[in-house]
């Protein structure tokens, strides 16, 4: 049923956005990240075999179908970029002052 992938995308939501505001290393936070951006996949694909039901097509119309499934491919090639972004700059940052840590990035102005 619907309500049951939804209950669990908000339990993996809430999971990576408790990680996100509460963690300190940029690693980390990068999972947390993904683990928020994977919950809206189960959502949109939930979502769009919820609404675009294939035992209710009239038409048989395939493209409506997999509606949730293309916008689960853009999100994770997103995904992809950022982690790729936030890895080059977490090294980056590493090299200059060798810590891992989020809350020492306001020493990088200096």
């Excluded at 619907?2 to 990068?30: D, E, M, W």
């Excluded at 994770?76 to 810590?99: D, F, K, S």
Aim: proline fraction near 1%; aromatic fraction near 12%.
């Amino acid at each position: 049923m619907l309500h049951n992938y939804l209950f669990l995308s908000a339990i993996i939501f809430s999971i990576g956005l408790y990680g996100v505001l509460s963690k300190k290393n940029a690693i980390t936070i990068l999972m947390c990240v993904e683990l928020m951006l994977n919950s809206i996949n189960i959502s949109a694909v939930a979502f769009s075999r919820y609404v675009f039901n294939p035992y209710y097509l009239t038409d048989g119309n395939l493209q409506s179908l997999l509606t949730g499934q293309i916008l689960s491919m853009f999100v994770i090639a997103v995904a992809a970029a950022e982690v790729a972004i936030g890895v080059a700059i977490l090294v980056a940052v590493y090299q200059n002052r060798q810590t891992a840590y989020v809350t020492d990035g306001n020493k990088l102005k200096y």
